[in-house]
Protein backbone atom coordinates (compact mmCIF):
# COMPACT_ATOMS: atom_id res chain seq x y z
CA UNK A 1 0.00 0.00 0.00
CA UNK A 2 1.37 3.48 -0.74
CA UNK A 3 0.20 6.33 0.40
CA UNK A 4 -0.42 9.74 -1.57
CA UNK A 5 0.22 13.49 0.01
CA UNK A 6 -3.39 13.84 0.54
CA UNK A 7 -3.48 11.10 2.95
CA UNK A 8 -5.13 8.52 0.58
CA UNK A 9 -4.42 4.67 0.52
CA UNK A 10 -3.41 3.33 -3.03
CA UNK A 11 -2.85 -0.46 -3.98
CA UNK A 12 0.12 -0.66 -5.82
CA UNK A 13 -0.70 -3.14 -8.82
CA UNK A 14 1.43 -6.96 -8.89
CA UNK A 15 4.54 -6.54 -11.01
CA UNK A 16 3.20 -9.78 -12.26
CA UNK A 17 0.33 -7.81 -14.89
CA UNK A 18 1.12 -8.50 -18.64
CA UNK A 19 2.00 -4.78 -20.00
CA UNK A 20 0.70 -5.75 -23.71
CA UNK A 21 -1.60 -9.21 -23.32
CA UNK A 22 -2.32 -9.16 -27.10
CA UNK A 23 -1.76 -12.35 -29.33
CA UNK A 24 -2.46 -12.22 -33.14
CA UNK A 25 -5.62 -13.50 -33.95
CA UNK A 26 -3.75 -16.66 -35.77
CA UNK A 27 -2.49 -17.69 -32.41
CA UNK A 28 -5.50 -18.16 -30.72
CA UNK A 29 -7.33 -19.43 -33.40
CA UNK A 30 -4.37 -22.20 -33.96
CA UNK A 31 -4.55 -22.63 -30.32
CA UNK A 32 -8.56 -23.54 -30.40
CA UNK A 33 -8.20 -25.57 -33.53
CA UNK A 34 -5.77 -28.05 -31.30
CA UNK A 35 -8.60 -28.18 -28.41
CA UNK A 36 -11.29 -29.27 -31.32
CA UNK A 37 -12.06 -32.25 -30.01
CA UNK A 38 -12.54 -31.63 -26.31
CA UNK A 39 -15.78 -29.92 -25.92
CA UNK A 40 -15.10 -29.23 -22.23
CA UNK A 41 -12.24 -27.32 -22.65
CA UNK A 42 -14.03 -25.73 -25.53
CA UNK A 43 -16.92 -24.24 -23.26
CA UNK A 44 -13.79 -22.81 -20.77
CA UNK A 45 -12.52 -20.80 -23.98
CA UNK A 46 -15.71 -19.48 -24.11
CA UNK A 47 -15.12 -17.78 -21.03
CA UNK A 48 -11.49 -16.35 -21.60
CA UNK A 49 -12.09 -13.88 -23.56
CA UNK A 50 -14.96 -12.12 -26.50
CA UNK A 51 -12.36 -12.96 -29.19
CA UNK A 52 -12.03 -16.59 -28.21
CA UNK A 53 -16.38 -17.42 -28.59
CA UNK A 54 -16.13 -17.34 -32.58
CA UNK A 55 -13.71 -19.89 -33.15
CA UNK A 56 -15.07 -22.18 -29.89
CA UNK A 57 -18.42 -22.20 -31.36
CA UNK A 58 -16.97 -23.32 -34.88
CA UNK A 59 -16.45 -26.24 -32.97
CA UNK A 60 -18.95 -27.01 -30.15
CA UNK A 61 -22.08 -25.91 -32.46
CA UNK A 62 -20.21 -27.85 -35.26
CA UNK A 63 -23.36 -30.78 -34.70
CA UNK A 64 -26.89 -29.86 -33.37
CA UNK A 65 -29.21 -32.59 -32.94
CA UNK A 66 -33.08 -32.20 -32.10
CA UNK A 67 -34.63 -35.08 -30.85
CA UNK A 68 -37.39 -33.70 -30.02
CA UNK A 69 -39.69 -30.72 -30.68
CA UNK A 70 -38.42 -29.71 -26.97
CA UNK A 71 -34.92 -29.89 -27.98
CA UNK A 72 -35.48 -26.86 -30.62
CA UNK A 73 -37.65 -25.81 -27.56
CA UNK A 74 -35.06 -25.59 -25.38
CA UNK A 75 -32.61 -24.14 -28.19
CA UNK A 76 -34.79 -20.73 -29.10
CA UNK A 77 -35.36 -20.53 -25.22
CA UNK A 78 -31.14 -20.49 -24.70
CA UNK A 79 -31.18 -18.59 -28.22
CA UNK A 80 -34.06 -16.40 -28.38
CA UNK A 81 -32.37 -13.97 -30.41
CA UNK A 82 -32.09 -16.39 -34.14
CA UNK A 83 -30.13 -13.69 -36.07
CA UNK A 84 -27.37 -13.96 -33.25
CA UNK A 85 -27.69 -17.47 -32.74
CA UNK A 86 -25.10 -19.97 -32.80
CA UNK A 87 -27.12 -21.87 -35.44
CA UNK A 88 -24.63 -20.18 -38.10
CA UNK A 89 -21.79 -22.36 -36.92
CA UNK A 90 -23.44 -25.73 -37.39
CA UNK A 91 -22.45 -27.75 -39.99
CA UNK A 92 -24.39 -31.32 -39.79
CA UNK A 93 -27.92 -30.36 -38.51
CA UNK A 94 -30.18 -33.83 -37.21
CA UNK A 95 -33.43 -33.71 -36.74
CA UNK A 96 -35.08 -36.97 -34.76
CA UNK A 97 -38.58 -36.24 -35.68
CA UNK A 98 -38.92 -33.45 -38.39
CA UNK A 99 -43.00 -32.90 -38.47
CA UNK A 100 -42.79 -32.54 -34.56
CA UNK A 101 -39.99 -30.25 -35.00
CA UNK A 102 -41.52 -28.44 -38.21
CA UNK A 103 -44.64 -27.85 -35.89
CA UNK A 104 -42.94 -26.47 -33.25
CA UNK A 105 -41.09 -24.35 -35.60
CA UNK A 106 -43.62 -23.04 -37.46
CA UNK A 107 -44.40 -23.08 -41.25
CA UNK A 108 -42.00 -19.94 -40.98
CA UNK A 109 -38.98 -21.93 -40.12
CA UNK A 110 -37.19 -18.93 -38.55
CA UNK A 111 -35.09 -21.07 -36.31
CA UNK A 112 -34.34 -24.12 -39.17
CA UNK A 113 -33.76 -21.10 -41.54
CA UNK A 114 -31.09 -19.93 -39.18
CA UNK A 115 -28.83 -23.11 -39.60
CA UNK A 116 -27.43 -21.63 -43.33
CA UNK A 117 -24.33 -23.09 -43.10
CA UNK A 118 -25.33 -26.57 -42.82
CA UNK A 119 -23.74 -29.26 -45.07
CA UNK A 120 -25.13 -32.65 -44.06
CA UNK A 121 -28.37 -32.56 -43.12
CA UNK A 122 -30.23 -35.74 -41.58
CA UNK A 123 -34.01 -36.29 -40.92
CA UNK A 124 -35.16 -39.21 -39.36
CA UNK A 125 -38.71 -39.98 -39.84
CA UNK A 126 -39.46 -43.29 -37.36
CA UNK A 127 -41.23 -41.58 -34.97
CA UNK A 128 -44.33 -41.12 -36.67
CA UNK A 129 -46.91 -38.29 -34.71
CA UNK A 130 -48.29 -36.50 -37.48
CA UNK A 131 -49.71 -36.43 -41.10
CA UNK A 132 -48.26 -36.11 -43.90
CA UNK A 133 -50.68 -33.44 -44.07
CA UNK A 134 -50.27 -31.69 -41.41
CA UNK A 135 -47.10 -30.66 -41.84
CA UNK A 136 -45.02 -29.50 -44.68
CA UNK A 137 -41.32 -29.75 -45.03
CA UNK A 138 -41.25 -26.11 -46.21
CA UNK A 139 -38.56 -24.48 -43.12
CA UNK A 140 -36.39 -27.21 -44.90
CA UNK A 141 -36.68 -25.85 -48.16
CA UNK A 142 -33.48 -24.36 -49.79
CA UNK A 143 -32.77 -23.43 -45.86
CA UNK A 144 -29.11 -23.84 -46.52
CA UNK A 145 -27.38 -23.03 -49.85
CA UNK A 146 -24.13 -25.02 -49.03
CA UNK A 147 -26.02 -28.43 -48.52
CA UNK A 148 -24.28 -31.29 -49.56
CA UNK A 149 -25.31 -34.43 -48.19
CA UNK A 150 -29.50 -34.83 -47.08
CA UNK A 151 -30.04 -38.23 -45.15
CA UNK A 152 -33.62 -39.42 -44.70
CA UNK A 153 -34.28 -42.24 -42.38
CA UNK A 154 -36.80 -44.37 -42.72
CA UNK A 155 -39.49 -43.18 -45.30
CA UNK A 156 -40.26 -40.16 -43.92
CA UNK A 157 -43.75 -40.16 -44.92
CA UNK A 158 -45.74 -40.49 -47.92
CA UNK A 159 -45.16 -36.87 -48.61
CA UNK A 160 -46.62 -35.77 -52.14
CA UNK A 161 -43.85 -33.19 -52.44
CA UNK A 162 -40.92 -35.15 -51.71
CA UNK A 163 -38.86 -35.59 -54.66
CA UNK A 164 -39.63 -31.33 -55.20
CA UNK A 165 -38.36 -31.20 -51.57
CA UNK A 166 -34.95 -33.29 -52.80
CA UNK A 167 -34.30 -31.51 -55.56
CA UNK A 168 -34.56 -27.89 -53.59
CA UNK A 169 -31.15 -28.69 -52.86
CA UNK A 170 -29.17 -28.48 -56.31
CA UNK A 171 -25.62 -29.04 -54.06
CA UNK A 172 -26.62 -32.13 -52.58
CA UNK A 173 -24.32 -35.15 -53.37
CA UNK A 174 -25.98 -37.81 -51.84
CA UNK A 175 -29.27 -38.90 -50.44
CA UNK A 176 -30.79 -42.04 -48.54
Known sequence: MVKTSTGSNLYRMSQTTMTNPYLPQEILDYTID??????????????????WVPRTRKYLFADIKFHSADDLGSWKKAFPDIANSPAYYARTLSVGCPRLVIASDGEEGDCIRAFS????LHLDGS?????????????????????KSLCMGPIIFPYPGLFDFILSFPFSRTSA
Open 34 to 51: LLHDKPEILKRCCLVSKS
Open 117 to 120: GVTS
Open 127 to 147: NRHLSASEVSLAPFYKFSPSL
